[in-house]
């Protein structure tokens, strides 16, 4: 790519930030804007970065690329003024694609479990000695932040399937860790959803090699018409298979098995099955790329999550407190599952609905998702730029829930409350000793349990 200086739309955001990050590591100049201040903002800031609050045309200055996201109105006045002089503009995915085209590159998609499965891929690569370079999802405290530009041959990264930027990707190998409906902005039918999948999967390299998880071959036969070579993993007998599985609080462990026979003991610092699922597809592609056994084993040992995945924030009055980043019922049902294997004395819940489209889409699911926990506080949807749907909000999901818990007799108590300052008080009266509160969604619900363990 013939280019000297990069400016970036929306810099703050998680992946935008890594992008400048590797950008800043390859020497070249970057600016960037977006619409406040963060941490990332400050981060680059003081690398250097020429950050700007807002979006303005006067921003752009002797700039030779432009990159954006999905999340960008097209109107954006400085995405008009590249267009108009005829800069060279590029997608996040598409820039990303382009900027390690000379990789071998690894490429993990799914509805569910990209970061961990990612991260975990990163773990093993980096305690190989192989040098990868990585893009992910989230904070990872391995690579200080949420990307590495290595020397090695491989370039480690998630395929966002949420806007379609998957199939900007070319990979030598690929995951698919599950295929469920969730992003309702972009996707009008799982029709769409499939087709959006088989184009990734046309996009492997004939060289390589698809790792899937067995139960989306058995939901989706279809994509067997358009595999050229793949590998299963699940619990079921698939080509990688998880066995013996014992689940402790923060732990897990199984017997790995490869074509039928026992091949491995993996022991994780990760609790829950769907951990184990993660570890196995991140085991298939690492045994894929002659990865060493021993290497594989030990980087998996080694991790022990990601930001925002479960992640431990602390305590108050003796209670424990976890966020993870679960926005989906898929995902907010295995969240609890996982977090009752901390026999807490009560379990309280704050759930942050993440974006319009999917909580009208998904009202019903959301309202049976809750069912274990002993007190559940709904706050505000988080808009993620989303223009507010007429009668979805909080207080109708709180309707629905409320009317399940007498219909169906649950212990399950519920209450909807819009401010944090006034959430975080009355949870400061509840929590007790060996209670666990948990923060759930994509949005900034996280603050409430950070405020009570730094309180």
Known sequence: MDFDKVHIVGIGGISMSGIAKILLSKGYTVSGSDIKNNDQTDILKNKGVDIHIGHQESNLKNVDVLVYTNAIDENNVE???????????????????????????IAVTG??????????????????????????????????????NGNGKYFITEADESDGSLTYFNPKHAVITNIELDHFNYYKSEGELINKFTEFINNISEQGS???????????????????????????????SAKNIELDS????????????????????????????NALAAYAVSHIAKVDKDDI???????????????????????????????????????IETAYRTK???????FQPHRYSRTANLMAEFSKSFDMADELILTDIYSASEDAIENVNSQKLYDLIKKRINSQDLKLKVRYMSD??????????????????????????????ETLAGG
């Open 79 to 105: 995405l008009q003024k590249a267009q108009r002089e005829n800069i060279q503009i590029y997608k996040r995915a598409e820039f990303i694609a382009e900027l390690f085209r000379n990789k071998e590159t």
């Open 210 to 240: 698809l790792i899937i998880w067995g139960k989306v071959l058995k939901d989706y036969p279809q994509l067997k018409e358009v595999i050229n070579n793949y590998y299963s993993y699940g619990f079921n007998d698939e080509y990688f």
């Open 250 to 277: 923060y732990k897990s462990s199984f017997d790995l098995y490869i074509n039928g026979k026992k091949a491995d003991k993996i022991t994780l610092n990760v609790p829950g099955k769907h951990n184990v699922l």
């Open 297 to 335: 084993r030990e980087g998996l040992f080694k991790y022990e999550g990601v930001k925002r995945r479960f992640e431990k924030k602390g305590k108050f009055n003796n209670a424990l407190i976890i966020d993870d980043y679960a926005h989906h019922p898929t995902e907010i049902i295995t969240t």
């Open 344 to 350: 807490p004395e009560k379990l309280y819940i704050v």
């Open 420 to 449: 944090f300052r006034n959430i975080e008080g009355y949870l400061s009266q509840k929590l007790k000793s060996n209670d666990l509160l948990l923060t759930i969604g994509a949005g900034n619900v996280y603050e409430i349990g």
């Open 111 to 148: 509805t569910h479990g990209k970061t961990t499965t990612t991260s975990m891929i990163s773990s093993i690569f980096i305690d190989s000695n192989l040098g990868p370079s990585i893009m992910i999802g989230g904070n990872l405290d391995i690579i200080d932040g949420n990307m590495k």
